[in-house]
């Protein structure tokens, strides 16, 4: 199936935003392996739109020329030495797919990857597209060719999105040009996608789509008949026609109601009980791709508004150690840089080009990156959410603005808001002595025989607690 990824049990992926494969690779064998993520999102790897003109932003890489592996992030050459590196040491690449659309109108010129392109004329030679491969006229409702109704199905999946050339999913050409990008990627040994704007897109035109994948590549070291791993950027808030539930066909879907939730429960706790709303329409636990923020969101672009962001500090960390203790969904965690304007792109020399990333003496990131994924307690809780993977939340406990529950018997969280918590609570698991990760075994934590214990936390920064079975430090 489309929804299931192949970790051997790692649960984080990790969306390395604007990263360069040449850092990706080393960030795989020097952190990301060693604390055990599941996979590595990057950015759209192919042929890209410079839009010098507007200083080089993020969001060029969301406007193709070609399916050339040639981006802001690196060549092909660089891409694969990634792709090998990191699966060697059991991470696993996510490719980006930009696949609902080419540049936007009143482009031309050349690409990342030196292919010439004229939108107005539709005329992308570097993959081949024409004319006839976009979104014939007389589909899309809309007056002027763009989208604007988000009530009329017809006019978001044929109309053109922030101007931007609508490529014709219903061609056999079409499907099978994306097709051969995405069998491209997986025969270099990716493990999945993360579709953009599927919401954009017929969901039966990417069942025709993926059904023209390949199983992934055994000798990058996945089991003979795996499915690639599919997860559709839909940002369904509920009040649209179109649902995350329309997409379940073809993969998961990405919930943007999770990280609202989130965002209400940290301000306040009592809101924290009920995380999985199935009443508003959110996707079950094994259809979610779940996230506190994204790259869109966490700058006012797709889907903003009432987000924590790595600039809430503090209240970031309690949310994503939440949502990683949390039993629902398959969980993405963002890496972000710092910026000023929601459209600046990642620090560079200049250019155009991106910079490396700076690992500091004491594990963080410098250079103007910042790397969430570092922060101590966001990094042990990644570990917390493979050793509890599979157990349910028991022992719920919530008074003021503390929170805590157990996973099943393997584990036990939790957090408060303003760093300082001493109470006896139940555990649920077996009597002994633990290593709070957190603190990577400073705490050592006595459960008693009938599964009780006193659970401490005296931590200003990251006021957060967790012990489980079989977990010592890391
Ligand atoms: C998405 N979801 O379906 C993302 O949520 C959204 O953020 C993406 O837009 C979009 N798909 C296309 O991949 C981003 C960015 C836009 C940007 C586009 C294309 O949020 O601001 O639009 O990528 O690069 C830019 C300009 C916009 C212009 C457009 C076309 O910001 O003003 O529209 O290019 O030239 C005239
Ligand atoms: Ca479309």
Known sequence: ????????????????????????????????GPNEFCAVQVSPPMEHLLASSSGYPWWQRYQPISYKLESRSGNEAEFIDMVNRCNAVGVRIIVDAVVNHMTGIGQSGTGSGGSSFNADNRDFPGVPYGYNDFTPRDQCPSSDGQIHDYSNVNEVRNCMLVGLTDLYGGSDYVRQKVSEYFNHVIDLGVMGFRVDASKHMWPGDLEAIQGLTKDLNTDAGFPAGARPFFYHEVIDQGGEPITVQDYFSVGRTTEFRFGKKIAWGVNDFSQLGNIYDAGWGMAPSDKAL???????????????????????GKDYTLGVCFSLAHDYGFMRIMSSYYFDNSDQGPPSGGGGSTSDVVINDDGTCGGGWVCEHRWNAITQMVRFRNAVAGTSIENWYQEGDNVAFSRGNKGFFAMTKYGSFDKTLQTGLPAGTYCELISHCANQVTVNADGTAMVSIHNEQEPVFAICVGCGDG
């Open 290 to 312: 779940n996230f506190v923020d994204n790259h869109d969101n966490q700058r006012g672009h797709g889907g903003g508004g009432d987000i924590l962001t790595f600039q809430n």
């Open 1 to 32: 199936a489309y929804d299931t990824p192949y970790c051997d049990g790692r649960q984080t992926i990790v969306h390395l935003f604007e990263w360069k494969w040449t850092d990706i690779a080393a960030e795989c064998e020097r952190f990301l």
